[in-house]
């Protein structure tokens, strides 16, 4: 079975190398997601300000029009050719809102989320890779058949690896039962 010292060792080992892998994995995404958040947030700050500095613009210029028009057509007349022209430009907006607005704010907010920290992003990737190989290493000496001398010893590796193949079976049928539900299945009660 996995009882022998150096088996034990080696799964000491694979154990430790699976928790770092796990914690790396974990800073990764935190990084991830923080680096994200904190770039729609300020995206979204700079996008409201902007918004609210135009619609000043707009509006005293709106006003500046129409009163310079209305001391050529009166002031109900430019205070409304102002409001149709603000009515046109809404409707074309409607109808022009995919290349207009949706396109470039979708391509602004993918930049801006694909556009991580670089550095400390690819530094985490290898360190993940060296950890994901180590663990390949270690399972592979684990699950590797040593050479017999006698068939003594070749009697006790077959029954040694029967009983580790039923061990193994038997956990992985215990925590399918116990965890299945990650794997998309449902828990019976």
């Given at each position: ?48 300000l902007f918004l609210i500095i135009i619609a000043a613009i707009i509006i005293f210029y ?60 690819e530094q985490l990737a290898t360190d993940i890779q060296k950890d994901n190989e180590q ?55």
């Amino acid at each position: 079975m996995l009882s022998s010292d150096k088996n034990v060792a080696a799964i000491g080992q694979l154990v430790e190398t699976a928790r770092h892998y796990v914690g790396l994995q974990k800073d990764y995404l935190k990084l991830d997601v923080v680096d994200k958040f904190v770039r729609l947030l300020a995206a979204f700050v700079l996008l409201t300000l902007f918004l609210i500095i135009i619609a000043a613009i707009i509006i005293f210029y709106s006003f500046a029009l129409a009163f310079w028009l209305s001391s050529h057509i009166g002031h109900v007349a430019a205070f409304s050719l102002v409001g149709g022209f603000h009515i046109l430009v809404i409707v074309l907006l409607i109808v022009f809102r995919k290349p207009l607005i949706e396109r470039p704010l979708v391509s602004f907010l993918a930049n801006q989320t694909l556009e991580a920290n670089r550095e400390q992003r690819e530094q985490l990737a290898t360190d993940i890779q060296k950890d994901n190989e180590q663990i390949n290493t270690l399972w592979n000496q684990l699950s590797t058949p040593q050479p017999h001398n006698t068939k003594g010893e070749w009697v006790v590796g077959l029954i040694n690896n029967s009983v580790t193949a039923i061990d193994a079976f038997l956990l992985v049928r215990k925590l399918m039962k116990t965890y299945g539900s990650l794997f998309g299945r449902k828990k019976k009660h």
